[in-house]
């Protein structure tokens, strides 16, 4: 069984901090993973995609993932009170279409 | 406006009485999928869907039922509904062609089985 795993958190960080989210998966195959916010009461939104190792800007956020160490994260720069969800980590399972989600880790922004 | 849109929001029922989630997208995607999720447990995916008239298992099928008569229309099918499907759905569309495609969500159904 393929699985994909997060701290559920709740990762509380200071508003203009660095916020650090992990995830870790056991397929060795996956290549390419999402990273999904979901807000309190909301569906899931796409925010990052990263397939290749190393580092993926976009904005504030910033995806890394180590392929040797079965390890993706994402960096939230300046965070911000808009910034506290739920971040659900995501990987491809036998195809483009089948996503096997992490639990998700919640966020909490403080003022 | 491209979107996925599922009713109910909210279905509260009984043991036993067989109900069905509706979900249409107008993104003319070919990939359609359920998920349920619950606390600790994230999101798994019930069943999904290729195309017209293919669909498949996924990692929690057991008491579902899907169909795909129509590109745009998937909708879940509960033929006896018991406790512990109490859950949040979610029905999801990609176009699926590329492995950056993301999933579209529905605003979700929130299901209460008593």
């Known amino acids: 069984q393929k699985e994909v795993e997060q701290n559920s958190g709740p990762l509380s960080v200071p508003e203009g901090a660095i916020a650090s989210l992990n995830c870790t998966y056991s397929?060795?195959?996956?290549?390419?993973f999402f990273w999904y916010r979901q807000y309190s009461g909301k569906s899931p939104e796409l925010i990052m995609f990263i397939y290749s190792n190393g580092d993926k800007e976009d904005g504030r956020f910033t995806a890394q993932l180590n392929k040797a160490s079965q390890y993706v994260s994402l960096l939230i720069r300046d965070s911000q009170p808009s910034d506290s969800a739920t971040y659900l980590c995501a990987a491809p399972a036998g195809g483009y279409n089948k996503l096997i989600f992490g639990a998700g880790t919640r966020l909490a922004v403080h003022p | 406006e491209a979107q996925v849109t599922q009713n109910p929001r909210y279905l509260i029922t009984v043991t036993g009485k067989k109900l069905t989630v509706t979900c249409s997208q107008n993104m003319n995607h070919e990939y359609m999928s359920w998920y349920r999720q619950d606390p600790g447990l994230g999101l798994r995916q019930i069943y999904y869907?290729?195309?017209?008239?293919?669909?498949d298992k996924g990692d929690v099928p057991e008491g579902y039922k899907v169909s795909r008569k129509e590109k745009r229309n998937f909708p879940l099918i509960l033929e006896s509904p018991s406790p512990n499907q109490t859950s949040l759905y979610f029905c999801?569309?990609?176009?699926?062609?590329?492995?950056?495609?993301?999933?579209?969500f529905g605003n979700g159904t929130r299901l209460t089985v008593t």
């Open positions: 869907s290729m195309n017209v008239e293919v669909t």
């Open positions: 999801a569309s990609s176009s699926g062609q590329t492995a950056d495609s993301p999933l579209h």
């Open positions: 397929d060795r195959g996956s290549q390419s």
